[in-house]
């Protein structure tokens, strides 16, 4: 049986990723084992947040269409639940969170069918339009802008903003022949996370010229630059591999990329900020373990989707 | 059979919507006892405590976790206390004694931690306001003076209360936070004991900053 999403690039994509993760992980043993004190915290890091992404999407692109599409719906019902759970929220708003979460099924049912528009105006339109009438129905007035306001923008997010991997995912491959639905997902995700580490390395490495000098991140000008620059080269690489990008094309969607991610991780940063929760990854403090990772995905994702539509 | 029913229920049911469709953050988990007798002493917001408390512990110690539980209340009729006896497996206890009868409240607990069990106990007696502490009863000062060697362990929930309050009946998923604390024992004197106990308690709910819930 031939997996229906699965293309020969995409196969070799993932085997090779597959293969450079195991090679990362007895490597990182040998070092440890080598001398146990050097700090191995952000690689260990880095190596177990690429097994948790690359496993569930190779068996998702491996088996079908359905299970992929659940499998999105999942991680948008795991943020979905972490932002719920940091935010300040009023007691008569139990019922308004729970339509919020009723909006998972709905929206990826779209996707199952194939519905565009559907799928495009569903959270944007019909949920904005119709939440806040809940909230009205409850009756309690006061704090009425904020709280629909804060289920909105998780909404649009958690469900709306990693919904667009799963459309991308079971897209029909005459959209892609050279690697189908499954080779957008992986190329976005793969210059997305890359991004992420380049700005994480570069940032403290050779930084010095804070992009947002009031949030607590650590974006520099110098780490942007290098960051960018290497999320265009690798994205003229991955896209003859994994799309039927140009090289004009594919220079401006490392851009859209690499650039669409600074903003988004930016302004999770900002959010959690404001609400005084502290950006560590220790053991402890697991509340946002999705947040934390999918932050600059779930801004790229729409923005990579509709860069693709345009082009 | 109904054993069976109970693993059934907890591996099936209780772990996958604990763990999956909630989602706990546990602060000193390795302070849970790894075996009884011992009491485990929580905060009371919602019918789902006794259930993320039961799933902290490995499925090996289910046979010897018993929460404590108000006889009038999960008694109240031939199902529900089929529910509570056999699957959940609550030791009721009686909260208004009789005045006529001689028979101690707390026989059953006594015997359950003769046995080595582990118990969950509530003193604030009901799930009340929530997200709100309560004042402690003292029934738990008792059991310590009577079981003095017995470790009693502290445990803060919170979130349940958001998740599915008293009263009702919609589950609203969110993250929850268990945090464990040390173990204490029976001090000498009821009062002492109550005041440990309700100190500790704050303390550990002030390990947490969670974001306010109007």
Known sequence: MRPELASPNVLWTLGSILFLLALATVSKKIVQRINPRIDLSLPAHYINTWWIIVIPLALAIATSKG????????????????????????????????????????????????????????????????????????????????????????????????????????????????????????????????????HAISGKAIGHLSVFPNLRSQKTYEGLVFATSLTVFLSLLLSQLLTPLTHIESVLAGLVIGLGGVIGDAIMSGLKQDLGIKQNNTNEQMYTRILDNMDSLMYTAPLFFYFLKIT | MSTVLRYLFFICIVKPLVLIGLGLNVYNRQRLPSKGPAIIVANHNSHLDTLVLITLFPLKLLKNIRPVGAADYFLRNRFLSWFALKIIGIIPIYREVCPGTKKNPLTHISAALERGDILIFYPEGTRGQPEKLQSFKTGIAHIAKRHPQVPI???FIHGLGKVLPKGEALLVPFICDVVVGEHIRWEGSKEAFMNKLSSTMKELAFKISFPAWE
Do not use: C
């Open chain 1, 67 to 198: 299970l992929s599409i659940l499998l999105f719906a999942f991680v948008s019902f795991m943020a979905l639940k972490e932002f719920f759970s940091i935010i300040p929220i009023r007691r008569t708003d139990r019922r308004v969170l729970f339509w919020a979460y009723l909006t998972i099924p709905i929206q990826y049912y779209w996707i199952a069918k194939n519905w565009f528009e559907m799928f495009v105006i569903f959270i944007p339109v019909i949920v904005f339009l119709i939440l806040p009438v809940r909230v009205i129905l409850i009756g309690n007035i006061s704090g009425l802008v904020k709280t629909t306001g804060v289920i909105q923008w998780g909404l649009m997010t958690t469900v709306f903003g990693i919904s667009h991997l799963a459309y991308l995912l079971v897209l029909p491959p005459k959209y892609n022949p050279n690697g189908g639905g499954a080779g957008f997902v992986l190329y976005l995700i793969l210059l997305n996370q890359l991004n992420d580490i380049a």
């Open chain 2, 153 to 155: 362990v502290p445990v």
